[in-house]
T-cell receptor
């Protein structure tokens, strides 16, 4: 499976936009970009996914570059409750999913 | 309420004593999967199932067994647990296989300690 690269940690002030990058330079044409987050040791929570168009839902926005080699998850107004580990993963023809170590987002006052 | 339920949530046991972690989903999902999570290693897939009676190995299947006799249940079996299987385990399900544009729903996790 293609792999993703994310920064290990990021900080964001409460109320500001949190922009989390993900590199996936070897992505295949049929692979989706998914984002999940994990708060403490709870089960990962689905956030958003996309194939090649930008996506938005009530939680976040996802921008995928035109060449699909990278993407950015945006939480428009981060709150303390958004402090979590954020995972960017790819899904494709394989039925296995590979989670990396993600980005630990710390939202501060 | 749509959910994935794992039991037990916590278990401390001893080496060699067979144990089963149950996973049940009430969403009629075809795809189910087990992960383990260890510090610094993220989530690693143990086994997955595309449908009833169809299971396959993930990245770290050694020491584990699974079965999928019914669509809603996907138990994880440790026949002879060892201390290196001490971990946080998650079960997940999705309507179909991941590549068909369907997110996974995760359970709340099972923390196993093997002494």
């Amino acid at each position: 499976d293609a792999k993703t690269t994310q920064p290990p940690s990021m900080d964001c002030a409460e109320g500001r936009a949190a922009n989390l990058p993900c590199n996936h330079s070897t992505i295949s044409g049929n692979e989706y970009v998914y984002w999940y987050r994990q708060i403490h040791s709870q089960g990962p929570q689905y956030i958003i996914h996309g194939l090649k168009n930008n996506e938005t839902n009530e939680m976040a926005s996802l921008i995928i570059t035109e060449d699909r080699k990278s993407s950015t998850l945006t939480l428009p107004h981060a709150t303390l409750r958004d402090t979590a580990v954020y995972y960017c993963i790819l899904t494709g023809t394989a039925s296995k999913l590979t989670f990396g170590t993600g980005t630990r987002l710390q939202v501060t006052l | 309420e749509a959910q994935v339920t794992q039991n037990p949530r916590y278990l401390i046991t001893v080496t060699g004593k067979k144990l089963t972690v149950t996973c049940s989903q009430n969403m009629n999902h075809e795809y189910m999967s087990w992960y383990r999570q260890d510090p610094g290693l993220g989530l690693r897939q143990i086994y997955y199932s595309m449908n009833v009676e169809v299971t396959d190995k993930g990245d770290v299947p050694e020491g584990y067994k699974v079965s999928r006799k019914e669509k809603r249940n996907f138990p994880l079996i440790l026949e002879s647990p060892s201390p290196n299987q001490t971990s946080l385990y998650f079960c997940a399900s999705s309507p179909r296989t991941p590549y068909s544009n369907q997110p996974q729903h995760f359970g709340d996790g099972t923390r196993l300690s093997i002494l």
